[in-house]
């Protein structure tokens, strides 16, 4: 028996072996260098235009509208319990939620839940602890409303009821005080 073929082996173990390696800091080095997925502004065709209505009861049975909150900045987030975007949004909603009841006129969230049953809308809303308004779309009426084809999607409504903005994708603390900012000061 030659002692080539151990040798070969060992080698040729090697050089698999280095190869993954340098593949797995390649991968590494790009996912650590990817920016982040965050919301970025779209064009909506109801910028500028009157909110479409929303009047409707919340998971825990509570009436809601849209209406009720005019003379405050809304902020109409679409949502769905299946969605990992939303998932990853939501920290970042709560956040802002706790921020703006501590500051005087503060804004207003509204959630609806899109394209999802109301056990699983309902589960989302208990898991993550959302104490402002949230809303089963389970028909679709306010999302068709609104133009939404997918979560998640948000509205800046301001004071008067007009729509200011509107955000594809999940949005970020940063990015819904600076939405709420430009829109005070524009």
């Excluded at 509570?62 to 299946?82: D, H, I, K, M, T």
Aim: proline letters at 9%; aromatic letters at 8%.
């Amino acid at each position: 028996m030659s002692t080539t073929a151990p040798t070969r082996r060992r080698h040729t173990a090697r050089w698999v072996t280095g190869g993954l390696l340098v593949v797995l800091v390649v991968v590494s080095v790009v996912l650590a260098t990817r920016p982040t997925v965050q919301a970025t502004a779209v064009q909506s065709p109801l910028d500028g235009g009157p909110a479409p209505a929303i009047s409707t009861t919340t998971f825990s049975g509570s009436p809601v509208s849209l209406a009720s909150l005019r003379g405050r900045y809304v902020f109409v987030n679409f949502f769905a319990s299946w969605c990992p975007p939303c998932q990853v949004e939501e920290p970042s909603l709560i956040a802002f939620n706790f921020e703006q009841h501590r500051v005087p006129h503060g804004a207003a969230l509204l959630s609806v839940d899109v394209d999802d049953s109301a056990s699983a809308g309902a589960n989302f809303v208990a898991q993550w602890g959302i104490t402002w308004p949230a809303l089963p779309d389970h028909g679709g009426a306010i999302a068709n409303a609104y133009g939404v084809g997918s979560p998640p999607m948000t509205f800046l409504i301001d004071p008067a009821g007009k729509v200011v903005t509107a955000y594809a994708g999940p949005v970020r603390l940063a990015q819904l005080q600076a939405m709420l900012a430009g829109a005070r000061d524009g």
